[in-house]
């Protein structure tokens, strides 16, 4: 997706996508925060990270559907989840406190 300059789904689901997830995050935060400018913030940067996530994931099913999952080496494959498995510890160790 990266190496492609490309957007596996249209970028009207694109921003759909975003917005749901902001006015989710914006609520889920704005409930556990007293500024709403923090939770502004938060539930901007949550809703971007997880629409980055979710086309990542749509890009992979398309690729393993195509065959061309073998195509990014193995390298690129294991550094990938390396950085998704230390992403899902701070995020779970963050949310543990809520």
Same mark, same amino acid.
């Given at each position: 997706m990266i190496a492609e300059r490309t957007i596996p789904i249209h970028i009207a689901l694109v =921003? =759909? &996508? +975003? !917005?749901i997830l902001? /006015?989710?995050g914006y609520e889920f +935060?704005?409930?556990k925060f007293v @500024? @709403?400018?923090?939770?502004l913030? /938060?539930?901007f940067l949550v809703a971007f990270c997880l629409t980055i996530l979710i086309l990542a994931l749509i890009e992979f099913i398309l690729m393993a559907f195509a065959g061309t999952v073998t195509d990014i080496g193995w390298e690129k494959f294991v550094i990938a989840v390396a950085f998704c498995l230390i !992403?899902? /510890? &701070?995020i779970l160790k963050y949310f543990e406190n809520y």
């Open positions: =921003l =759909l &996508i +975003f !917005a902001f /006015v989710v +935060f704005n409930s @500024r @709403r400018t923090t939770a913030v /938060v539930g !992403a899902s /510890v &701070i």
